[in-house]
């Protein structure tokens, strides 16, 4: 069983920056694929970005490309997103995710999310 906990996530004006960090415990969390999903009110989940589990390979939405960088600390069980050059459209609910296959299809594992803001 792998648990999952956001942080980071707040209000910020366009063009600014915020990071979000994504706590995973469970002894074989370091072996996972995790990502970062988003939902804005209104709207279906989407995929933003999500790193396998050496920490050598991201891919990225092409609505974030750019602006977003995910990353990860195995040694810490946590996973970043920095986000810069925000914009008032990136305002969601931000996910983290874990997926024990690996193939970016499963992910099994939610965390609660956490609010992104951006004002125009």
């Known amino acids: 069983q792998v648990q999952l906990v956001e942080s980071g996530g707040g209000l910020v004006q366009a063009g600014g920056s915020l990071s979000l960090s994504c706590l995973a415990s469970g002894r074989t969390a370091s072996s996972y694929r995790l990502g970062w999903f988003r939902q804005a009110p209104g709207k279906e989940r989407e995929f933003v970005a999500a790193?396998?589990?050496?920490?050598?390979?991201?891919n990225y939405a092409d609505a974030v490309k750019g602006r977003f960088t995910m990353s990860r600390d195995n040694a810490k069980n946590t996973v970043y997103l920095q986000m810069n050059n925000l914009k008032p459209e990136d305002t969601a609910v931000y996910f983290c995710?874990?997926?024990?296959?690996?193939?970016?299809?499963?992910?099994?594992?939610w965390g609660q999310g956490t609010q992104v803001t951006v004002s125009s």
């Open positions: 790193v396998n589990w050496t920490g050598g390979r991201t």
């Open positions: 995710a874990a997926d024990p296959v690996g193939g970016g299809r499963s992910y099994l594992y």
